[in-house]
């Protein structure tokens, strides 16, 4: 988590106007990725933090008792909805298939262990 810290702050410079939610949230999304995946999303830590974004914004549009009804009209809030739902979930899927192919074994970030003991 250091490194990843060190990374996101390391452009940081006295005098400079930044962001923070912006920067906070890039590093919640590295270290999240790394500890529940094993994977760097550093290349595309913009995408998926717009991704996240749309679908934090869009979270109230999905309770009530119209909401289902509401996703499947063709609204411009529903069509970003689903997109970006999609999108997400493409992107988890890909992280989770690249997870196997990579050479060291790695131990998973919580282990439950519910077998006799």
Known sequence: ???MTERVTHGWQD???LDIHEQMMRLTLLIVA???FDVDVEANAGEIGQVVTTLITSFFSTL???AELRLRLPLPASKRLLAA???LESTIQTMIAERPRRERPRRPAFH???GAG
């Open 34 to 36: 790394k500890t529940l």
């Open 1 to 3: 988590m250091l490194s």
């Open 85 to 87: 739902r999609a999108q």
């Open 15 to 17: 005098g400079v106007t």
């Open 64 to 66: 009530g008792p119209l």
């Open 112 to 114: 439950v262990d519910f």
